[in-house]
């Protein structure tokens, strides 16, 4: 079985790409703590490569990266590709963004992810990205996955990903859409 380092040092994001990746010819690998890729890129697409790149150059191996993030519209945006630098804990982060919002009546938003792999040279093989609509709530609903979960709300589901089991965030969340648009090609190239 070939070896493909995880490129992440988040927990949470981590249990999600493990969950995606079992039951594929690969032997998951964690990175190393100490190996870490300085995020410079404008894009999420840039920050993946960058990630996924690097980490597989540093270790001689295949990579997978996970670049992602959070877009309130009536933010322009924000935080985008500056999620994870927004606060210090998942806390800080959720309310500074609540009280940016304040009380906007326009609540939209998406979370975007791309999902990268990168083969021992550094060279990119494999690129998708998954989009994901919801709405920023007043306040935090939930205890499930990790970051701005307990404030992103999908109306379909009239949950929060904080209040959705991992198998049903897994089905519609950003980054299980990624990998669902990754998923045949991920096959072919793990088992080569
Ligand atoms: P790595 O770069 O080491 O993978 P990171 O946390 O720094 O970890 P990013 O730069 O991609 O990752 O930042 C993404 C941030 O967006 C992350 O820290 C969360 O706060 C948020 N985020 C991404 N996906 C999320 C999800 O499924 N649920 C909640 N928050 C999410």
Redesign the pocket.
């Known amino acids: 079985m070939t070896v493909l380092v995880v490129?992440?040092?988040?927990p949470?994001?981590?249990k999600?790409m493990q969950a995606y990746l079992a039951g594929l010819e690969w032997e998951l690998v964690l990175?190393p703590e100490t190996l870490?890729?300085e995020?410079t890129g404008a894009t999420?697409a840039e920050?993946?490569c960058l990630?996924a790149s690097q980490i597989a150059l540093a270790t001689g191996e295949w990579a997978i990266?996970?670049?992602?993030?959070?877009e309130v519209e009536a933010l322009d945006g924000a935080?985008g590709?500056y999620?994870?630098?927004?606060g210090k804990t998942?806390t800080d982060?959720i309310e500074r963004l609540l009280n940016e919002l304040g009380n906007e009546l326009n609540r939209d938003a998406q979370?975007v992810?791309v999902i990268a792999i990168a083969r021992p040279d550094g060279t990119i093989a494999l690129q998708a990205e998954g989009v994901c609509p919801g709405r920023i709530l007043h306040s935090p609903r939930g205890s499930g996955?990790?970051?701005?979960?307990p404030i992103?709300y999908v109306p379909e589901q009239r949950l929060t990903?904080a209040e959705m089991s991992s198998d049903q965030?897994r089905l519609l969340?950003?980054?299980g859409k990624a990998f669902q648009a990754l998923a045949p090609q991920l096959q072919q190239v793990s088992s080569q």
Request: proline share 2%; with cysteine; net charge neutral.
């Open positions: 490129a992440t040092g988040n949470g994001k981590l999600e990175k870490e890729v995020e999420f920050n993946a990630k990266a996970d670049d992602s993030g959070l935080p590709v999620s994870a630098r927004y998942d982060r979370f992810c996955g990790f970051g701005y979960d992103f990903f965030k969340s950003h980054r």
